[in-house]
């Protein structure tokens, strides 16, 4: 069982690059989920998704774009990378409402 | 979007029980209330969720009040792998989607 797989694990980017975070699962889950996490803090909602060919915006969208071809992918792009975005990027997935979330080991991205 | 409270810190001893408590009072008849932790440089990891009935796993257990707008995630017998932040969140199953995190509450085990 892999769960929720995270590529890549670790990423520079130089500011204004542009660049997809890939998200992965294999548990037929319906919801899928972005969250970014800064040192010290919690984590924040960027944009999720209820099934295939649909998304939505979270708490902090702006600068990050998602979209949901199949159930089993939710790629996260990043438009033009500012150090603002710095952080590390947390996929999750999960099944009915009701369910509890399954995450995944993270991206952490550094913007220069 | 209904917001829960948690404290900041908490402290333990190894192998004494400890008890984590969550406010949420504007919580809604379609919230469920999930507890996540949060190990160092690791992913947010499942611990437990209820509704409104008290629910017990192998990890923890999950009291709620009976007005539903607090609860209290208890570990049995605290270890050092237990050290970690405990984020308590609101899951709406109506709009199951967008399910937000506050700042967690971090619990060190000393031995």
């Known amino acids: 069982n892999a769960g929720v797989t995270q590529t890549p694990k670790f990423q520079v980017l130089k500011t204004g690059q542009s660049m997809t975070l890939q998200c992965a699962q294999d548990?037929?889950?319906?919801?899928m989920s972005w969250y970014r996490q800064d040192p010290g803090m919690g984590l924040r909602l960027i944009h999720y998704?209820?099934?295939?060919?649909?998304?939505d915006q979270g708490e902090v969208p702006n600068g990050y774009n998602v979209s949901r071809s199949t159930t089993e992918d939710f790629p996260l792009r990043l438009l033009s990378a500012a150090p603002s975005q710095t952080s590390v990027y947390f996929c999750?997935?999960?099944?009915?409402?009701?369910?509890?979330?399954?995450f995944g080991s993270g991206t952490r991205l550094t913007v220069v | 979007d209904a917001k829960t409270t948690q404290p900041n810190s908490m402290e333990s001893n190894e192998e004494e029980p400890v008890h984590l408590p969550c406010n949420h009072s504007?919580?809604?008849?379609?919230?469920?209330i999930h507890w996540y932790r949060q190990l160092p440089s690791q992913g947010p990891e499942y611990v437990i969720h209820?509704?409104?009935s008290n629910v017990n796993n192998r990890m923890a257990s999950l009291a709620i009040a009976e007005d539903r707008k607090s609860s209290t995630l208890i570990l049995h017998r605290a270890t050092l792998r237990d050290a970690a932040v405990y984020y308590c969140i609101l899951r709406d199953w109506a709009n199951a989607g967008k399910s937000t995190f506050g700042d967690g509450t971090t619990l060190t085990v000393k031995p």
């Open positions: 504007t919580i809604s008849g379609t919230d469920y």
């Open positions: 548990m037929n889950h319906e919801y």
């Open positions: 999750a997935s999960s099944g009915t409402g009701g369910s509890g979330y399954t």
């Open positions: 998704s209820v099934g295939a060919g649909i998304t």
């Open positions: 209820g509704l409104t």
